[in-house]
């Protein structure tokens, strides 16, 4: 079964950046939708981006868009998300996910799920 670990999550100034990596066991992940989602305390859970299998589509929600970029090494069986010019609003837990399908980047549409990483923006 395919499982999932988030890591590069911590406390960022405003303005900074961040990468987040989602390291995939159990399973290739070359066959897999990934997203990424976050989680703000009292929120719902909501998609910042996802990528189909092939990497040849991206879904950049509104949440980010045109601060955040995804990508993914499927040789090192490996997702990524780039994150710059950081706000305290972007302050959450930050999943990844893995799912069959490319869909609309909403948390319903994916079956596997990390356990989060944790992102602050503060100064």
């Known amino acids: 079964q395919l499982q999932l670990v988030e890591s590069g999550g911590g406390l960022v100034q405003p303005g900074g950046s961040l990468r987040l990596s989602c390291a995939a066991s159990?399973?290739?992940?070359?066959?897999?939708?990934i997203g990424w989602f976050r989680q703000a305390p009292g929120k719902e859970r909501e998609g910042v981006a996802c990528?189909?299998?092939?990497?040849?589509?991206?879904n950049y929600t509104n949440v980010a868009k045109g601060r955040v970029t995804i990508s993914r090494d499927n040789a090192r069986n490996t997702a990524y998300l780039q994150m710059d010019s950081l706000e305290p609003e972007d302050t959450a837990v930050y999943y990844c996910a893995a799912n069959g399908l490319y869909g609309l980047c909403v948390p319903f549409e994916y079956r596997y799920w990390g356990q989060g990483t944790q992102v602050t923006v503060s100064s």
């Open positions: 159990g399973a290739t992940l070359d066959y897999y939708a």
């Open positions: 990528m189909s299998s092939s990497g040849s589509m991206t």
